[in-house]
């Protein structure tokens, strides 16, 4: 593309709620947390590799009948609160400003389990009823 010769009205990119993709064979609830594949698309939070925490899913969305990219789910990224795990993996205040790393679509925990769980976002405060999560993909990617 060559370099502007006049005014141009750039588009851009408003408001905290994004627009993604669902994977195929995928239901993602309101509130769950939602994360994003190697191949770009949404899925609900789980414990399994190769994904990121992209934030809170505003919406139902059942996919798991249809191709990837079939279904599109609005989510948010932000900080929310999800369950904390238990025992050796339990987050506390020593932990904020680490990652914290996805078991299911309302639950993350300290560790990635043996390699075997992927960072769901970034540790921001912990109270007696959860974890408050920031979800940032870059900041996150990054950590």
């Not at 994977?23 to 994904?51: D, F, K, P």
Request: proline share 2%.
């Amino acid at each position: 593309m060559a370099a502007l010769t006049q005014d141009r009205n750039t588009p851009r990119s408003e408001g905290d709620i994004r627009r993604g993709a669902v994977a195929a064979a995928t239901l993602i609830y309101a509130g769950a947390m939602v994360m994003r594949n190697a191949s770009g698309h949404l899925v609900e939070g789980q414990t399994a590799t190769g994904l990121v925490g992209a934030g809170v899913a505003m919406e139902r969305v059942d996919n798991s009948a249809g191709a990837a990219g079939e279904l599109a789910c609005d989510y948010r990224p932000g900080t929310f609160r999800f369950g904390n795990a238990a025992g050796a993996d339990e987050i506390t205040i020593a932990d904020i400003g680490a990652v914290a790393f996805a078991v299911d679509d309302q639950t993350v925990a300290k560790t990635d389990g043996t390699a075997t769980r992927s960072p769901a976002g970034i540790i921001d405060a912990v109270d007696d009823r959860g974890v408050w999560v920031r979800f940032d993909e870059a900041l996150t990617n990054a950590s």
